[in-house]
């Protein structure tokens, strides 16, 4: 673009454009540091600006209250709040434009706190003048600017559930009682997951049979939760609102249409290979889940009662490290902590001990992670009743060798000025921790994130547990991350009430920011859809590129690998970047 | 005087992570939500936290606009500074009862402008700052307190009234009386959050009477970027530290003390601020004695492993007393429970005490008919796994740290379970 015809857009676009800039003090966060006063007065001799304040608290009602009564008497019909980062109150100024019966899109922020006072503390003139140039820039990014809508997508009142483990069927029976069409897929022939074979768990010590029994007829009592057993997802596509789930029950296929999804997919428990800890070489080596198993046959038969001392060993396929332990297909080594062994194991050994209190109890671990309300109790009751507890060096692991008829584990004990204990006993249960069930069928097909320890990555560890980035697809329970089964219930729920929100108006409501192609400039090179992260968010129709609105995020990565600038990314188009790398360039 | 009447669909007691998580979660299903705190600003705890674990994020950062959310909800309405004085069920919906205190600033007209408070003449202490630093009597709560309406102490105040002549919108009022509401709600989260086992829980270890002897609280306002010294110092003489240490559950796993139970946080929280000031003080060493290392959640053992890399020193020790030196150091006596077990005295310049989570005061909930409390004083929970955030009263559901040691972000899964709750018990009893 020549300068002259640059000059000649530029005119173009303002002849109606009237923009009103406000410079926020933020109390003093901004004003203490940057010359707002210098800046207000700068903007309002720049072309296209009619009027230009600062005032204390643009947020405040009052302040809110200028930009609304300019608007409506000054004609002001563009509104760049220079303020706080957007995070904060970019939805709170899109309301004011409202009110005031403008598009809320005409409107841009620029933040000069974060971006500007708070990290240039040390020189306030070029706070200032940087501030001035990224405020002039978003005078030159806001004149381009077109009303924008919202991208209204219909959405189906019904949401697919896959996994029907605890998660899942507490996710499941929650979305039933709020009304909507639920489709709980398990893969095997009952529901229930883990907690069918979890006999008495901690800390209520009621049986999983029983809490199994009670969500099952919870689930049978609505006939708006439809319950696929023996079922597999094959497929699935589709976007939020409107995805598209293949199944395949019973061997036979079959298609639904849901609105969202709830990945409630568990956790398989980690195998050790053969010889770990002797695993496989002997019976008498066993891992967790078979000595709960061991436990609930003894209670009919006595199975337990000819085993005189046991052996427990912690963190095996947890907290594992690259350098000690063999690692699994992928060559990661489980470098976490599986969150509920600790409690379990304490928990079996107390139940263990209730029925024989002479058995005699050696547990080898690291740290015991007794971390629930009543955890910790077992812990102190274990050690009263004479279990000895070992704690062996994290760059050492315990060895367990077959004599005759016994095993022998040996370790280093740091309890004891890291001597070498060895003990001899009937039976040795090994820790084993968990690891996300394979879900490589939907992860592929809907791009979810993962994350270094196998398990779903959520949108955000602290605030955002049950989301991932993409809209309408939820996660709870064991599938984001290990934990018990109380916890999982709370996930697998608290993943219902975002599906719940979401669908709850039967429209969603996306930001406008996506990406659209000229196919007049489009050569159909395809480079795009190679660079697009969102997988179907933009498709080959006739030889051109088209975007897919609910699936794009308007990330940009399209607009920017395109030669023929094709690709524009509403509200954030080429030549509104152009010009404010120009506005901001310009001494 | 009369009490102001209002309606709404959940009634939610707490403005914590968890009280807004299950807020936002109600509201943006389409029910009105009231909620109630006692303090002055929205955000809980968590707000005035440093960083966050294990993602070191800023927790103003990602609390602000939580908090934002909230107050800008159309469908949420918050009061803060409140109390309630009872909920009860009534005819299968929830009359509740509270009274919001005056802040003597008709907030109806005030503009945030600070004048009052850069006036005032009275500086107390100042407890978001953990009692670090000062304010003025008059005073915005916090620099991202919501609302940003002043609260004048009327205790302090000595009645010059400059406040109320330098105010511009004319919204001092030294006559300003509490003001009732009666609510009726369909339904009811509690999300009343916990408190800490007071810093002299264990004597032996000086908390609350030796200066350099600080609160994790503390710590995290002293590690907090808009914090009350700009810098981590200790609080006797302003010297920059170069030993720290953190003694781990001095306020936990003690029946002792009343608290049998592990506070699930601690430790982490601990391994975080020591990666802090790892950051902040890079001469400085980090000594944290433990009992075990709880690092139990998603990527917490990656980050404990990570302060150990760091160089952060983790001595598995009882601390059995502290003593304060002239110098204004402190002296404890441990046991080491590894190498040689010997009875060992150690220097720092600083000790954090790691204190624990408890329960709220039982009055919280004497007013709250028919809610029992477990054991430890938490909120009972008589149906889990079934119906896990359920209380004993049908309607009335608890989410967070009210029912038991929580880190945010079990807290704010519990929250959304609470809200979905919340949501069908208002569907079927409509029906």
Redesign the interface.
């Known amino acids: 673009m020549t300068d002259k015809s640059a000059e000649q857009s530029r005119d173009f676009y303002r002849q109606d454009v009237k923009v009103g800039v406000y410079v926020c003090h933020c109390g003093g966060n901004i004003s203490d540091i940057i010359d707002v006063e210098d800046v207000a007065r700068d903007l309002s001799d720049y072309p296209g600006v009619s009027v230009s304040r600062n005032y204390i608290f643009m947020c405040s009602s009052t302040g809110q209250g200028l930009v609304e009564e300019d608007i409506r008497t000054k004609g002001i019909n563009r509104v760049v709040i220079a303020a706080c980062s957007p995070a904060l109150h970019e939805l709170t100024f899109r309301g004011t434009l409202e009110r005031a019966g403008l598009n809320p899109y005409l409107y841009e922020h620029v933040n000069i706190r974060e971006q500007g006072s708070w990290v240039h503390k040390s020189n306030k003139k070029a706070a200032t003048e940087k501030s001035k140039k990224l405020i002039r820039a978003a005078v030159e990014k806001i004149c381009r600017q077109n009303p924008l809508e919202a991208i209204r997508v219909n959405a189906a009142r019904s949401i697919a559930v896959i996994g029907g483990g605890v998660a899942g069927m507490s996710a499941a029976l929650s979305l039933g009682r709020q009304g909507f069409n639920v489709y709980l897929i398990e893969k095997e022939n009952r529901l229930g997951g883990k907690l069918n074979s979890l006999w008495k768990a901690y800390p209520s010590e009621e049986d999983g049979e029983k809490t199994l029994e009670e969500l099952e007829k919870d689930i049978s009592s609505l006939n708006n939760i439809n319950i696929y057993l023996e079922s597999e997802v094959k497929k699935i596509d589709g976007y939020v609102g409107n995805f598209s789930v293949e199944i395949v029950k019973k061997g036979s296929p079959e298609k639904i249409k849901v609105g969202a999804l709830v990945i409630t997919t568990g956790y398989v428990h980690y195998i050790p290979f053969e010889g770990e800890y002797a695993y496989k070489t002997t019976k008498k080596v066993v891992t967790l889940p078979d000595f709960i198993e061991m436990l609930k046959d003894d209670e009919k038969n006595g199975s337990l009662k000819n085993v005189k001392s046991v052996a427990f060993i912690h963190c095996v396929g947890s907290r594992q490290n690259p350098s000690l332990d063999k690692p699994q297909k992928d060559e990661k080594v489980n470098d976490y902590c599986s969150r509920t062994c600790c409690t379990s194991a304490l928990f079996r050994i107390k139940q263990l001990l209730e029925k024989y209190p002479d058995k005699k109890i050696f547990d080898f671990y690291r740290d015991i992670r007794t971390y629930g309300l009543q955890h910790e109790s077992y812990y102190e009751e274990l050690s009263k009743k004479g279990v000895l507890f070992f704690r062996y060096p994290e760059d050492t692991r315990p060895q367990v060798e077959v004599k005759g008829d016994k095993l022998e584990v040996k370790s280093k004990d740091i309890l004891t000025w890291n001597e070498e204990v060895s003990v001899e006993v009937d039976m040795v249960v090994l820790l084993t921790g968990v690891m996300p069930a394979d879900i490589s069928v939907i992860v592929d097909d809907l791009k979810l994130p993962i994350g270094s320890d196998r398990f779903i990555l959520e949108a955000h560890p602290k605030l955002r547990p049950v989301e991932v980035p993409n809209l309408g697809i939820y996660i709870g329970g064991t599938a984001q991350a290990p934990m018990d089964l109380l916890e999982a219930a709370y996930g697998g729920k608290a993943a219902a009430s975002k599906a719940s929100m979401l669908l709850s108006k039967g429209e969603i409501s996306l930001d406008p920011f996506v990406a659209s192609v000229n196919p007049e400039l489009c050569d159909g090179c395809e480079k795009c859809i190679g660079e697009c992260l969102y997988p179907g968010a933009i498709v080959m129709e006739n030889g051109k590129a088209k975007v897919i609105p609910a699936l794009c995020k308007g990330c940009g990565a399209c607009a920017a690998v395109c030669h023929t600038r094709a690709i524009n990314v509403a509200g954030y188009s080429l030549e509104q970047i152009d010009a404010m790398v120009e506005a901001i360039s310009k001494e | 005087m009369q009490a102001e009447k209002m309606e709404t669909d959940v009634f939610i007691l707490g403005t914590g992570?968890a009280g807004m998580?299950a807020a936002l979660?109600v509201a943006?299903?389409?029910k009105n939500v009231v909620m109630v705190d006692k303090s002055p600003s929205i955000g809980g705890k968590m707000i005035s936290l440093s960083k966050?674990f294990?993602?070191l994020?800023c927790a103003s950062?990602?609390t602000?606009?939580?908090m934002?959310?909230v107050s800008?909800h159309k469908k949420i309405t918050t009061f803060t500074y409140s109390e309630v004085r009872f909920i009860r069920k009534e005819a299968g919906r929830f009359r509740i009862n509270f009274v919001k205190k005056p802040r003597y600033v008709i907030e109806e007209k005030c503009?945030?402008?600070?004048k009052c408070e850069d006036i005032c003449p009275v500086l107390i202490k100042d407890e978001f700052e953990q009692n670090l630093g000062a304010k003025k009597a008059i005073s915005i709560p916090f620099?991202n307190a919501i609302p940003?309406y002043p609260v004048l102490d009327m205790e302090h105040c000595i009645a010059c009234g400059a406040c109320a002549r330098v105010c511009p919108a004319e919204c001092i009022d030294f006559s300003q009386k509490e003001r009732e509401y009666e609510l009726t709600a369909s339904a009811v989260i509690l999300s009343t959050g916990f408190e800490i086992t007071p810093m002299n829980a264990k004597e032996e270890y000086g908390g609350g009477k030796f200066k350099n002897v600080i609160s994790p609280l503390q710590m995290e306002r002293l590690l907090a970027p808009h914090g009350p010294f700009s810098g981590v110092v200790r609080p006797s003489d302003g010297k920059i530290p170069d030993s720290i240490a953190f003694v781990q559950c001095a306020g936990s796993?003690d029946k002792s003390i009343g608290v049998?139970?592990?506070s699930?946080i601690c430790c982490m929280y601990s391994i975080k601020q020591a990666q802090l000031l790892s950051g902040a003080l890079p001469l400085a060493d980090m000594t944290i004695y433990y009992m075990?290392?709880?690092?139990?959640?998603?990527?917490?053992?990656?980050f404990y492993?990570n302060a150990k890399a760091m160089g952060i020193n983790f001595v598995?020790a009882k601390v059995g007393k502290i003593e304060e030196l002239e110098s204004g150091n402190l002296r404890l006596h441990i046991e080491r429970?590894?190498?040689?077990?010997l009875p060992e005295e150690v220097e720092h310049d600083m000790v954090v005490l790691s204190q624990g989570i408890r329960p709220t005061p039982e009055e919280n909930f004497r007013n709250i008919n028919g809610i029992s409390r477990?054991e430890?004083g938490?909120i009972h929970l008589p149906s889990?796994?079934?119906f896990?955030?359920a209380t004993g009263i049908d309607g009335i559901f608890a989410a967070g740290a009210a029912v038991?040691?929580k880190d945010?972000?079990?807290a704010?899964?519990?929250?959304?379970?609470a809200?979905?709750?919340a949501?069908?018990y208002i569907?079927?009893t409509s029906r």
Not at chain 2, 337 to 341: A, M, Y
Not at chain 2, 412 to 417: H, I, N
Request: negative net charge; glycine residues 10%; proline residues 8%.
């Open positions: 992570i998580q979660d943006d299903a389409g966050v294990p993602t994020d950062c990602i602000t606009p939580r934002a959310s800008h503009i945030s402008c600070g620099t940003q796993r049998p139970y592990c699930r075990d290392i709880r690092a139990f959640g998603k990527g917490y053992e990656q492993q598995k429970q590894e190498g040689e077990s477990n430890y938490f889990v796994p079934t896990p955030n038991g040691p945010i972000v079990d704010v899964q519990d929250a959304g379970s809200a979905i709750d949501l069908n569907k079927r």
